[in-house]
């Protein structure tokens, strides 16, 4: 059974930091690309950054170069987002995908608020 369990949402203020975790299991991991999106409420899912399962190449949307940074740890199976120097307009549920060829998977989603 293939799981993606996020954690490390939360209620942040504005300029502050949060690390989220997502831990894998069910999958081969080290095949995965790993992304984090993100879905404010009524705006669409949106892609935030990716990391290649292949050689660990990363991507940013522009809105996240240079405040977020995506890592994995294939040892643990799990993918992480560092963000600092949160905005108010980062407030979203933060989900964590997987895929690999004709597969894909999704997280249930983390929320994180950010608010003074």
């Known amino acids: 059974q293939v799981q993606l369990v996020e954690s490390g949402g939360g209620l942040v203020q504005p300029g502050g930091s949060l690390r989220l975790s997502c831990s894998t299991s069910g999958i081969m991991f080290k095949f995965y690309n790993m992304a984090w999106f993100r879905q404010a409420p009524g705006h669409q899912r949106e892609l935030v950054a990716t990391i290649s399962g292949r050689d660990g190449s990363t991507n940013y949307a522009e809105y996240a170069k240079g405040r977020f940074t995506i890592s994995r740890d294939n040892a643990k199976d799990t993918v992480y987002l560092q963000m600092d120097s949160l905005k108010p307009e980062d407030t979203a549920v933060y989900y964590c995908?997987?895929?690999?060829?004709?597969?894909?998977?999704w997280g249930q989603g983390t929320q994180v608020t950010v608010s003074s």
């Open positions: 995908n997987a895929e690999w060829r004709r597969f894909e998977y």
